[in-house]
């Protein structure tokens, strides 16, 4: 089964930086994550192929870059300029697809991110 290892994560103050990282047991195409705040319903932040094509969310576009080590089956998220409302706790994910339109999603355990105001 693919597991995902993630790190990173912590308290800082808004403005500040901060960078995850997400290390893959094997090269997976589609690879980003996902935040969920308290009391809040997961959602989209970004995501990157194994090419390096990107998307982002509106919220966080041009102060989070993804970028990854294909050699090291690895991501990473710095996130610059922090913002109260980016506090959350951040999954890194990756997809398979399985083919027939069925797909496998696998999540990291998470890592808190707390941006204080």
Request: aromatic share 10%; with cysteine.
């Amino acid at each position: 089964q693919v597991h995902l290892v993630e790190s990173g994560g912590g308290l800082v103050q808004a403005g500040g930086s901060l960078r995850l990282s997400c290390a893959a047991s094997e090269n997976i195409n589609v690879m980003g994550w996902h935040r969920q705040a308290p009391e809040k319903q997961r959602e989209f932040v970004t995501t990157i192929t194994s090419g390096g094509s990107t998307n982002y969310a509106d919220s966080v576009k041009g102060r989070f870059t993804i970028s990854r080590d294909n050699a090291e089956n690895t991501v990473y998220l710095q996130m610059t300029s922090l913002k109260p409302e980016d506090t959350g706790v951040y999954y890194c994910f990756a997809r398979i697809i399985r083919g027939s339109g069925w797909y496998s999603d696998y999540w990291g355990q998470g890592a808190q991110v707390t941006v204080s105001s």
